[in-house]
């Protein structure tokens, strides 16, 4: 079970103590991410993401990461379409520390235009790993023709953007979402919950702005883009298709149906696509879910001469899924592997501190793990099925990139 507090500053804190570890892990969730840019400024909730960590008004970079790593911790952070978040995971003595260190990122950064100008540096190299990458590529050009703009857009920005961005520019964005009542706080392990929630009702801010978690839309038609790339010797393809949203019923049936298809080598599309026909060298299936949205995603990587036969087998496999004699089998696989995965990942004090997160901010009442898993446990073969009927008989939307 968890606690969540709002403190006078409106910023909300959730704390999950496990006092028997040594440990523990602090989650600093930032109310900003791509989906709140327009397309003048794509790429800025990244790029502060980024600059935050060069200094704040007590702290070098230096006196930023060596106080966490120099014992035994870590120190991260990420970018995604609704959030920012970063976080750090420490032995339980130096909770404090880490809690006032991630403060100072979050609530005190300085923006020097010196360092805004290194960082630019880092991030175009960053941009070049992503446009070599053809997973990444196939990917967003998927994305770039099924969703709106705010979700189209790559998390990581364009060179042009970043080339502009200035003290003036980021400070921007920083001042609108950067309040405490945007901020949320998880504290998973063992710490001194009182102490932590004293000094971070430290930090100004009264108002009460919360930013809105965006969903995504998705465009009502079928969708194929088929582009190419230099230097390449496989095919990557993404097949998508309109999916439940976190609120819809078939949320927990289409995670087992996610499981049961394309996790682990176990699963049906691996031991029917790969291990069976040998059409592929990797397949897998990925479920994004969002509060008003969602979408499902096959993908696979395989060579020229085998990509008409894996899109018929894929086909085959995906429509006939519910008349499988077998079909009780996978779906007794995709349960219980979803149930013991989410049990072994809570293990990890960052893990369920993310799981926790998540549960929060897309749910409108308090849900536990536990919840999930019991909510889990009463999914039934039929709404399976039920899903994948609504899923695979929908749009279909499919990225193709090829060699040139």
Same mark, same amino acid.
């Given at each position: 079970?968890?606690?969540?507090?709002?403190?006078?500053?409106?910023?909300?804190?959730?704390?999950?103590?496990?006092?028997?570890?040594?440990? =523990?892990?602090?989650?600093?969730?930032?109310?900003?991410?791509?989906?709140?840019?327009?397309?003048?400024?794509?790429?800025?909730?990244?790029?502060?993401?980024?600059?935050?960590?060069?200094?704040?008004?007590?702290?070098?970079?230096?006196?930023?990461?060596?106080?966490?790593?120099?014992?035994?911790?870590?120190?991260?952070?990420?970018?995604?379409?609704?959030?920012?978040?970063?976080?750090?995971?420490?032995?339980?003595?130096?909770?404090?520390?880490?809690?006032?260190?991630?403060?100072?990122?979050?609530?005190?950064?300085?923006?020097?235009?010196?360092?805004?100008?290194?960082?630019?540096?880092?991030?175009?190299?960053?941009?070049?790993?992503?446009?070599?990458?053809?997973?990444?590529?196939?990917?967003?050009?998927?994305?770039?023709?099924?969703?709106?703009?705010?979700?189209?857009?790559?998390?990581?920005?364009?060179?042009?953007?970043?080339?502009?961005?200035?003290?003036?520019?980021?400070?921007?964005?920083?001042?609108?979402?950067?309040?405490?009542?945007?901020?949320?706080?998880?504290?998973?392990?063992?710490?001194?919950?009182?102490?932590?929630?004293?000094?971070?009702?430290?930090?100004?801010?009264?108002?009460?702005?919360?930013?809105?978690?965006?969903?995504?839309?998705?465009?009502?038609?079928?969708?194929?883009?088929?582009?190419?790339?230099?230097?390449?010797?496989?095919?990557?393809?993404?097949?998508?298709?309109? =999916?439940?949203?976190?609120?819809?019923?078939?949320?927990?049936?289409?995670?087992? /149906?996610?499981?049961?298809?394309?996790?682990?080598?176990?699963?049906?599309?691996?031991?029917?696509?790969?291990?069976?026909?040998? /059409?592929?060298?990797?397949?897998?299936?990925?479920?994004?879910?969002?509060?008003?949205?969602?979408?499902? /995603?096959?993908?696979?990587?395989?060579?020229?001469?085998?990509?008409?036969?894996?899109?018929?087998?894929?086909?085959?496999?995906?429509?006939?899924?519910?008349?499988?004699?077998?079909?009780?089998?996978?779906?007794?696989?995709?349960?219980?592997?979803?149930?013991?995965?989410?049990?072994?990942?809570?293990?990890?004090?960052?893990?369920?501190?993310?799981?926790?997160?998540?549960?929060? /901010?897309?749910?409108?009442?308090?849900?536990?793990?536990?919840?999930?898993?019991?909510?889990?446990?009463?999914?039934?073969?039929?709404?399976?099925?039920? =899903?994948?009927?609504?899923?695979?008989?929908?749009?279909?939307?499919?990225?193709?990139?090829?060699?040139?």
């Amino acid at each position: 079970m968890y606690k969540i507090r709002t403190l006078n500053n409106n910023l909300r804190l959730i704390s999950v103590p496990r006092n028997s570890m040594r440990s =523990a892990s602090i989650i600093f969730c930032v109310g900003a991410g791509s989906s709140d840019e327009n397309e003048t400024v794509s790429g800025v909730a990244h790029f502060i993401e980024h600059v935050s960590f060069r200094g704040t008004s007590s702290r070098d970079m230096v006196s930023i990461k060596k106080p966490i790593e120099e014992v035994g911790g870590t120190l991260n952070a990420f970018t995604g379409n609704n959030l920012t978040i970063y976080y750090a995971k420490v032995p339980s003595t130096e909770v404090m520390t880490a809690v006032e260190i991630l403060s100072d990122i979050v609530f005190k950064p300085l923006f020097n235009e010196a360092d805004i100008e290194k960082e630019k540096d880092v991030i175009y190299e960053e941009i070049s790993m992503y446009e070599d990458d053809p997973v990444d590529n196939v990917f967003e050009n998927l994305f770039r023709n099924i969703y709106n703009p705010e979700f189209a857009r790559p998390i990581i920005g364009n060179r042009k953007n970043v080339e502009n961005f200035d003290k003036s520019i980021i400070t921007g964005f920083y001042n609108k979402f950067y309040k405490p009542s945007n901020v949320t706080v998880v504290l998973t392990g063992s710490y001194e919950e009182d102490k932590i929630a004293d000094y971070l009702s430290l930090f100004e801010g009264k108002e009460n702005f919360i930013s809105d978690m965006k969903s995504p839309q998705l465009k009502n038609k079928n969708i194929i883009v088929e582009k190419t790339k230099k230097d390449l010797s496989q095919h990557y393809i993404v097949n998508a298709f309109k =999916a439940p949203s976190r609120s819809d019923e078939g949320y927990y049936p289409s995670l087992v /149906l996610n499981t049961l298809l394309g996790s682990g080598m176990s699963s049906l599309l691996f031991n029917r696509i790969r291990e069976e026909k040998s /059409l592929v060298y990797e397949v897998t299936s990925e479920y994004n879910a969002y509060k008003k949205s969602g979408v499902f /995603l096959v993908f696979a990587a395989t060579s020229g001469d085998k990509l008409t036969k894996y899109n018929n087998e894929l086909e085959n496999v995906l429509k006939s899924f519910y008349s499988d004699k077998d079909a009780e089998q996978w779906f007794n696989y995709g349960k219980k592997r979803l149930i013991g995965k989410l049990t072994i990942d809570i293990e990890s004090n960052v893990s369920l501190g993310m799981n926790i997160l998540d549960l929060y /901010l897309n749910n409108k009442e308090p849900i536990t793990i536990d919840d999930v898993i019991k909510n889990i446990e009463s999914v039934t073969l039929s709404q399976v099925l039920r =899903a994948a009927g609504d899923i695979f008989e929908g749009n279909k939307y499919v990225s193709v990139l090829k060699p040139e």
